[in-house]
């Protein structure tokens, strides 16, 4: 009965944040969790706290934050591919083989990717997309840096 409950709440907003409930097996919780214990930052969002002293600073206005030529994108669809998050930012000028979807170590996409843009300018520029769709789901943009962005590309390989 709680099960058909929390479905109804699928496609409806908690806060200021779209989600989306479906059904999963057991096991896959049970991933979920253990990878949340496991690998640092794989789940990080607003939801659990502050992040770690060695993560990009977050601040409410995004013009205030120091620009990288990285882009974090979180909220994307399971299934985005790298050819989805190119023509997203298809009037912008980026490094089309510096654009990473990560993974949990089970393959599984996290729903965050980063793109490197040619500059730090150019980045700056592609902000612009903030909050727009790709599919169904709306994409949050971050100013992220070259060691996040590795870090999140080495555990995909794990």
């Given at each position: 009965m709680q099960v058909e409950f929390a479905l109804q709440r699928?496609?409806?907003n908690m806060g200021r944040r779209y989600v989306e409930v479906f059904r999963c097996k057991k096991q896959d919780y049970y991933n979920?969790?253990?990878s949340e214990v496991s690998y640092e930052g794989i789940y990080?969002?607003?939801y659990h706290g502050s992040p770690p002293p060695s993560r990009t600073k977050r601040f409410s206005d995004?013009?205030?934050?120091e620009y990288t030529e990285i882009l974090k994108m979180r909220g994307l669809p399971f299934s985005a591919t790298k050819a989805q998050i190119i023509d997203f930012f298809k009037d912008f000028k980026l490094i089309e083989d510096r654009v990473h979807i990560a993974c949990r170590p089970?393959?599984?996409a996290t729903g965050e990717a980063f793109v490197e843009f040619v500059s730090p300018d150019e980045a700056k520029k592609a902000m612009c997309k903030d909050k727009m769709t790709i599919g169904s789901r709306y994409v949050e943009l971050f100013p992220s840096t070259t060691d996040e962005a590795r870090r999140a590309e080495s555990r995909s390989r794990q």
């Open positions: 699928d496609r409806q979920a969790v253990a990080d969002n607003d995004k013009d205030q934050m089970d393959g599984k």
